[in-house]
């Protein structure tokens, strides 16, 4: 069986700040699932829920929709290239051939 990741986690392993994750983790996602879908045919990856962190008005936090990815994909490093705050991360990595 595949392992699956958020983009929260793959910046994590990636070596980026929880912090800069909160802020950038979201454009972070929109890229590497612009690149996703670039190549699959338009199609969307996997989505599974996800607690995010208390804050005013929802002190146990609330679910939300995010997408998954294989640990393998190769958009997860096209995607974090493309994007200027998580490119310095993926420098040094190469897309393997699909």
């Given amino acids: 069986m595949t392992q699956r990741v958020k983009v929260s986690d793959y910046l994590t392993v990636l070596g980026m700040e929880e912090t800069d994750i909160d802020r950038y983790g979201s454009w ?3 890229h590497i699932v612009n690149a ?3 190549a699959h045919f338009g199609h969307d990856p996997r989505k599974t829920r996800k607690r995010t962190k208390p804050c005013k008005g929802r002190p146990n936090g609330r679910w939300i929709k995010v997408n998954v990815y294989r ?3 190769p958009a997860l490093i ?3 290239a493309a994007y200027n705050r998580t490119a310095p991360f ?4 190469h897309t393997p051939a699909a």
């Fill in 71 to 73: 640990i393998t994909d």
């Fill in 78 to 80: 096209t995607g974090c």
């Fill in 90 to 93: 993926v420098s040094g990595l």
């Fill in 36 to 38: 996703y879908r670039a």
């Fill in 28 to 30: 972070a996602g929109k």
